[in-house]
């Protein structure tokens, strides 16, 4: 949360050409009164989910490459990565960000004071308790990583 993931999604997509997909985006546009509370996240996104995969799927099969904005903090949310680009046959990447908390809690400042498209007001505390969870990628994936150091 607050890595700098949507801002190096955005520079992706036009670097290459891809179609850039949001979750953010997607959930505040359909469930813009829902969703108040990280449970409300986690369910609306669970909806959202096999929507954009058949979605994205479509879009690969016309090879035309899409950027994922979305979390991928945990294995099982990077399983439904996989299960994207294997159903479609198609290379992938993962980007990874490695950034300190303390970067990750001065950009959720910023983010909450300027409330761009999509974003929820997150506090610190929540900051704590959602990234409590996080699990780095590892080899055993199988996923071609591309690592960023943010400090």
Known sequence: MASGKT???????????????????WLSKLYPEEINSFDDY??????????????????????????????GNV??????????FEAAQVNHALHYIVASDFLCKEQLRKRNAEQPEGSMIMSE????????????????????????NFH
């Not at 801002?7 to 985006?25: G, W």
């Not at 969870?133 to 071609?144: L, T, V």
């Open 125 to 148: 505390a929540e900051f704590d308790s959602i990234t409590a969870y996080f699990q780095p990628p590892i080899a055993d994936e199988g996923f071609n990583i591309i690592r960023y």
């Open 42 to 71: 986690l369910r609306y996104s669970s909806r959202l989910k096999p929507v954009v995969s058949q979605h994205v799927q479509t879009i690969l099969a016309q090879e035309i490459s899409v950027v994922l904005d979305f979390p």
């Open 75 to 84: 294995p099982s949310q990077r399983q439904w990565f996989r299960s994207i």
């Open 7 to 25: 801002t190096l999604s955005k520079k992706l997509a036009s670097d290459h050409n891809a179609i850039l997909i949001s979750e953010d985006i």
